[in-house]
């Protein structure tokens, strides 16, 4: 069988995930890394022994032997480096937001029209059990028409400090939530309200949104993000969705309080699903989606659980609440 060459680009701390996790994936092999810090390098190179190491990503978009890259720089950087890979005749894992606004996302998809090479964004929770599940029974009609779907997913200030100077709580979070709605009903913005608010001046972004949309179908679909809960909050990130349609409801508790640990600082429920490390091996959804792709690239098969136009529309429908958020009113689309 042989290996998909990977080249990862952005090391911070979600794309150590990404090397680590591509490394245990037997159709992957990581023959390069990217980042502009070359103490950084280094270390990433000695810590997964990578010889080819890179400061400017051109560079590795012009090795040949590299078959894929994976982004996982900040969002403003995404599509400068995406439409390079394209025409550099790369697969391109990207991940989310597919880039910072909706002008950025249709220059993607203007560059995807001339290339035969798949290219998908990395909307985690498309391949979280629970969700995936919710989307069979929708599908199968066993919930009659949806009618209302309100999601939260709430983090702590200390998880939210660092972030909080590159992305909004509604940005950063809310575009999970939205962007499994649009999958569930299949159907479009038609309005959306949204209120947003700043806790902490000193951070560039605001950490509490609100936003209630109508879809086209008449649905109501409110999702909440708040990155301020106390420090000491139980849970790495509260996350819930209730999704209820004409004849049934589905709810879906993502917090993770199937595993609770006690100890004498307090009751948690630490991250159980999406990347843990068991044994010294990566497992979780992360790994799942990953393999998704590159069995794609394998079997020459293009990715359909999640399509970039419905990437780009995602990022369009984000933008517009915060758009009703900061004229406070409601906004169409």
Known sequence: MERIKVGVIGLGWFGEHHIDTFQQLPLAEVSAICTRRPDHLKKMSEKYSIEKTYTDYMDMLNDETIDMVSIVTHVPDHMQIAIDAIKAGKHVFLEKPMADNTEECDRIL?????????????????????????????EAGNIGKIVSIYAKRNLAKWITESHLNKISALFGDGIHDFDLMLWFTKAKPRTVYAKT????????YDDIAWALFTLDDDTFAVIENIWSLPDNAPFAIDAKMEIIGTEGAIYIDNSG??????????????????????????RGYLKEEFDYFLKC?????????????????????IRMAEKSADENRIVEF
Request: charged share 25%; with cysteine.
């Open 257 to 282: 309080s199937n595993y609770t640990v006690l100890t004498r600082k307090g009751l948690s429920y630490p991250q159980s699903t999406y990347w843990p490390s068991v044994h010294g091996l990566r």
């Open 110 to 138: 203007d560059a995807l029209k001339n290339t035969d090479k798949f290219f998908m964004v990395g909307h985690v929770c498309r391949f979280d059990t629970a969700y995936a599940l919710a989307k069979e029974e929708i």
């Open 197 to 204: 608010k700043n806790t902490r001046p000193d951070l560039k």
């Open 297 to 317: 690239i394998s079997k020459n098969e293009k990715p359909s659980v999640i399509t970039p136009q419905e990437s780009r529309d995602v990022v369009h429908a």
